[in-house]
């Protein structure tokens, strides 16, 4: 079989342009240092002493300032000024108002700038996740897995920049976002925070998100640093719990898991957080391989390294990979940690100055991280003016950031089923409207909204609406009954006695069924099937003989398999966030036609969690000894479905070529007709299958996707344009490889096969 090896392609083509050996090429495993060192920084380093330097790779959280909610100024003096804390991160526990931001990033840079001989700025990071967190009235957008559910790119860099608009309206120049894991392991927590189970969703959605966090510059009042994490493999712990082991091979860890951060990198992401959990049993903080070998050496990563919250002190207390909690500060630093996010406490400044002093940690290594901190801060402006920006705040709270989060919203929400034209309803559809998430603000914002759990309503601005509160405003408090109150674990709100005393005076029962908000590992479950009172809720509803549309507002695809059926409509909501109610309305009601496709596989059943890019193996079923059948792919519906209130028609999907070459580029058109009577959006996603290779092929691959607007009774031809990186593997020798053979190119159900000589 024919195999072009991409590192060997690339290091001949090279090494042919400069003129010297194939062996010249080969990758370095040593950190690469700027060939062009900011002379002002390092001037400012040859002041610096040890302590300097190590307190500037320190980061503590702000509750370690505030007991009793009241900022201890000796405290924060103490940090500042004796422990040398070069940055500080998060909130204690609600959100603050721009004036308080400003208020307290003015004290702390008081102190870092005119306290301390050196003046360096303190720099303050923050979970800006979907929207500007931690600051009352802010924007709050779709969680990243209904943003890869709109299949719009643009819309998610709309989001960035915004946040990235009001995150430094609020002061607060560090971004940690996005996260570029891959939504893979339904039971984990965090599955919403992540863009699908496709890797090139993760790849352009986030390199989108970067460049709206950056492209403006870093010193302008429009920009923030934006963080890749959690670099690497955090999204797939077996047991589906947060922080717990991950075993992943090197070809799939480097196939799927690590491109989304080599698009980061290439998009000039500033910063990287780091997986808080292992893999194949070392953890990634103790990882030079990860942290030095791959990211550096192999990524051409130059910024700023940061762990997670306690993640140093945790290779002793959880990884046990360090007797010591000092050995555990030694293994990290020497790896290739940067700045340690300790963070309530001061034993990584006490420790590491020790290790420092005793040569355990060279002093080479305390220049290369403290340089890029420096440097980021450099960049971000902060020495210049460490300062809150007066002129920001013109960035803040603006009313068209409620119109991008709202098409945010409508392009996201998925339709599942749509049985006998449901929807759909007519404007006099009386509505029975019921479930734990109908009127609970955190259910349709999920994690990361103004508290971490984004379970507070208290927090969420005034005007902030419920499902009920929508259809309230759409048909009249007369035509919605419903018992429904803002707690979601109230028995109220799945109360069968309710339902059954009232269905006869509606002519449509909703039931809004779901998650409660959660973050991390507060929000870990030991079962996927959605949980019984919900179920038991769903079946009382069809028993009363009305039209049930189910409304699905959570972070996870939670089994569904024992209603499914019996719905006449199904609508994913994901965490579609601020307008995420009334965009719900405007679509249940027909002003705005669906668009959202499924940005991961829905499983059917707790126990089957087949992904769509499976191998041809899973596809095989022996549900009879001696007996093979397809089907082994078989969620409740298929990764990239979706319906409209439009119909479309797929025909005439063409090749510019047969053959190809390495080095050709592969021209794809389809025409696709809207053949309804009624305007659509249409996500239209291309799938590239290697029908045979040295290491198994997937069934196939996501590689290209798009949105289009169609008329009614409009054709488009959409063109995509591939090449030989979209036809690429890893090999078992982990290294990028694209072999000559016979390939296909599907979209919907056309498919054209082509030959790579």
């Not at 959280?61 to 070069?86: C, H, R, W, Y």
């Not at 208020?103 to 050196?118: M, P």
């Not at 920001?392 to 945010?408: C, D, P, R």
């Not at 007369?478 to 006695?497: H, L, M």
């Amino acid at each position: 079989m024919l195999e072009y090896t991409k590192k060997y392609v690339e290091k001949v083509a090279l090494a042919a342009m400069l003129g010297f050996g194939l062996s010249a090429c080969e990758p370095s495993t040593e950190t690469k240092s700027p060939m062009n060192k900011d002379p002002e920084i390092t001037a400012l380093m040859e002041q610096m002493s040890v302590e300097d330097k190590v307190g500037q790779m320190t980061q503590v959280t702000l509750s370690m300032f505030m007991p009793n909610n009241q900022l201890d100024l000796d405290e924060l003096k103490n940090a500042i000024v004796n422990k040398k804390v070069g940055s500080i991160l998060n909130v204690n526990g609600t959100p603050l108002s721009i004036e308080e931001w400003h208020q307290l990033l003015t004290t702390i840079q008081d102190i870092a700038t005119k306290e301390t001989e050196l003046k360096i700025p303190v720099l303050y990071g923050i979970d800006a996740i979907h929207g500007t967190t931690y600051t009352q009235g802010s924007t709050l957008f779709p969680h990243n897995i209904g943003m890869g559910a709109t299949r719009n790119p643009a819309l998610v860099k709309q989001a960035a920049k915004i946040t990235a608009k009001e995150t430094r309206a609020s002061g607060i120049r560090w971004n940690f976002d996005p996260a570029l894991g891959l939504a893979r392991q339904p039971l984990w927590s965090r599955f919403e925070e992540m863009f699908g189970e496709a890797t090139v969703l993760s790849s352009v959605m986030g390199s989108e998100a970067i460049k709206g966090y950056e492209e403006d510059g870093l010193d302008q009042i429009t920009g923030v640093a934006s963080c890749m994490k959690h670099y690497l493999g955090y999204s797939v712990p077996l047991s589906g719990k947060d922080r717990t082991p991950a075993y992943i091979p090197d070809v799939q860890m480097r196939e799927i898991f690590l491109p989304p951060f080599e698009h980061a990198v290439n998009s000039g992401t500033s910063t990287v957080m780091i997986n808080s959990g292992e893999i194949n049993g070392i953890p990634v903080h103790a990882s030079k391989y990860y942290l030095t070998d791959i990211l550096r050496g192999e990524l051409g990563f130059e910024g700023l390294a940061v762990t997670d919250w306690e993640d140093i002190i945790r290779l002793h207390s959880r990884h046990r990979v360090a007797a010591t909690p000092k050995e555990a500060v030694k293994i990290a630093i020497n790896a290739g940690i940067d700045m340690s996010m300790v963070p309530v406490d001061y034993s990584f400044f006490d420790y590491l100055v020790e290790l420092v002093n005793e040569g355990q940690v060279p002093m080479a290594r305390i220049d290369e991280a403290v340089y890029r901190i420096l440097k980021l801060k450099a960049d971000l402006g902060l020495f210049d003016n460490a300062y809150p920006e007066q002129e920001a705040l013109a960035n803040f709270g603006l009313e068209a950031y409620k119109t991008v989060a709202l098409h945010a919203a409508r392009e996201s929400i998925t339709l599942l089923k749509n049985e006998k034209q449901t929807l759909p309803f007519s404007p006099d559809t009386k509505v029975l409207l019921m479930g734990p998430a109908a009127n609970n603000l955190g259910s349709l914002h999920g994690s990361w909204s103004y508290t971490w759990q984004g379970q507070d309503e208290s927090q969420f601005p005034e005007g902030s609406m419920t499902l009920k509160d929508a259809f309230e405003a759409k048909i009249g408090t007369g035509n919605v009954i419903s018992n429904s109150t803002n707690n979601f674990e109230d028995p109220a709100n799945t109360s069968v006695s309710f339902l059954k005393k009232n269905a006869a005076k509606a002519n449509v029962i909703v039931l809004a069924i779901g998650e409660k908000s959660y973050a991390e590992s507060p929000g870990g479950i030991h079962d996927l099937n959605l949980e019984d009172n919900q179920i038991e809720l769903v079946q009382a509803a069809y028993a009363t003989g009305k039209p049930v549309v189910l409304l699905l507002a959570q972070g996870r695809p939670r089994v569904i398999s024992k209603i499914a059926d019996g719905a006449e409509a199904i609508v994913n909501l994901y965490r579609p966030a601020s307008q995420g109610a009334l965009a719900t309305v405007e679509i249940l009601y027909g002003e705005v036609n669906p668009s959202g496709r499924l940005p991961f596989s829905y499983p059917r059943y707790s126990g089957d969690v087949v992904l769509y890019d499976r191998k041809s193996t899973e596809e095989v079923t022996e549900l009879v000894p001696d007996s093979y059948g397809g089907g082994g792919y078989n969620p409740q519906w298929e990764f990239g479905y979706g319906l409209s209130y439009s119909t479309f028609e797929y025909g005439n999907l063409q090749l510019d070529k047969t053959k190809y070459s390495l080095n050709d580029q592969i021209k794809v058109s389809i025409d696709i007709t809207n053949t309804s009577d009624r305007d659509g959006k249409l996500a239209v996603d291309l799938f590239v299958s290697d029908l045979y290779a040295s290491v198994t092929p997937s069934y196939k691959k996501l590689k290209k996707f798009a949105k289009e607007e169609f008329k009614a009774g409009e054709t488009k031809t959409i063109s995509f344009t591939l090449d030989s990186t979209d036809l690429e593997f890893i090999n078992a020798s982990s290294e990028k490889t694209v072999e000559a053979g016979e390939f296909s190119v599907s979209v919907a159900d056309q498919k054209i096969n082509f030959i790579l000589e």
